[in-house]
């Protein structure tokens, strides 16, 4: 019997970040990992993902240099070197995490862990099991992808995002079902990569919820690389033939089929509780099936938390590692809760990211708002860089200014959301924004324009 202050089960995002803040407030802790260190995220999510859309994006830009005077003849893609390259990121970083845990004195437990009690668990692994006794524990295991009736992961011909990461060559057509996140962003890198795609989309619009405006950029960028995509379109099977693979889907149009060599499923994630045996120590899930949790990040059972993905939407890792830290800090004792606001960034061409609320968003909540917006093509660095579609929006309020939320659509700008993130945490104003002076030229600066823009006062923009 192992004892310790706090179990953390799972090393993701959430986990291993939550483990480093227990250790660094004086806590004893075992992490317990069935897999390799640092989840989805670092394994086969955000960033082996990240690599396959920068060396795809590095392709087209060498192919289409010549627009901008750099002409590099044959220019070709090694998918083995490629490969070679994302393994080299993802042990880095693996590793890293090992080594902090390590100087922190987290001892990692290799296996699967359950609950065997209200303090107690079992974590088997292939040299046996152990329980572990302890006084918290957090739970951090994170998600899974949802399979479909008629399209089980083979590997070969249907893959989910895991598998689409680990090809060894590029197929020559893809079938992408699910125009989410996923789906467009890995549909993205192999459309520049070569890949006919196309994606089926079950609901109205591609990356549904989103502002459709935004969507409309994104959706520019795919038109341009020869992807197809099919709004209320849902795929109900496939055969395999002599042109390769079919995929059936039912459509406002009636019956679809598209052939392809390869069919990526990107419908969602669904929560991992199913190993767990949350009832031995009394936690309850929500109807959703996720853990549920208050805003200390507690169960039902008031010494085990849960955080991450596991826990519910967004299933973002920044989120999951924040409500790492918040649990750390409320087992530590201090009076932490989850009051922050969760930046997104999709990682399509161009890029999308959003914080705070939208327009849409603070009028259906009954605030009424002023807007600024401007667009990337009146930005210097946008045009020097060659890449003007898009535009930031500035929602604040319009009865005191308050900054409500950036949305935008363009160049880098999942680097640029941050300064709004950090603006509405510190309760700025638009005004703010504007009165802050940005370099020039950089792309920041339209971040500053739109927001004078919320006074009709934009420099370089058509003022509305
Ligand atoms: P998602 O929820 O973003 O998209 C899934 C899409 O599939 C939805 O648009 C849905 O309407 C559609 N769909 C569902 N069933 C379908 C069917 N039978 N036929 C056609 N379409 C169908 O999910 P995802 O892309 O799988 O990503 C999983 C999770 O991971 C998401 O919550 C996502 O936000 C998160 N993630 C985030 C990032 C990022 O923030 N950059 C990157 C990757 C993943």
Redesign the pocket.
Known sequence: MKKTDTLVIGSGPGGYVAAIRLAQLGKSVVIAEREDLGGVCLNW??IP?KALIHAASTLERTRHGAEIGVKADKVTFDMKAFQAFKAGVVSKLTGGVGTLLKSYKVEVLRGQAKFTGPKTAEVAGSRGSETVEFAHCIIATG?K??E?PGFAFDGKNVIG?KGALALEEVPARMVV?????????LGTAYAKLGTKVTV????DQ???GLDPTLVKIVEKGLRKRGVEWHVK???KGYKAGGDGLEVE?ETEKGALKVACDRILV????RPITDVLDLAKAGVKTNERGFVATDRACRTNVPHIFAIGDVSG????AHKASREGQVAAAVIAGHPEEKDFVTP????TDPEIATVGLSEAEAEKAGIAVKVGKFAFVANGRALSMNETDGFVKVVSDAKNDVLLGVQAVGPEVSNLISEAALAIEMGASAEDLALTVHPHPTLSETIMEAAEAVYGKSIHGVNR
């Open positions: 999510g955000c993902s998600a992808t949802i479909i995002a079902i699910g125009g989410g996140v996923i789906g467009l962003e089926l989309e079950a609901l591609l990356l549904p379109a849902k795929a889907a990107a419908v969602g994630f939407p967004p299933f973002l997104g960034a999709i990682f």
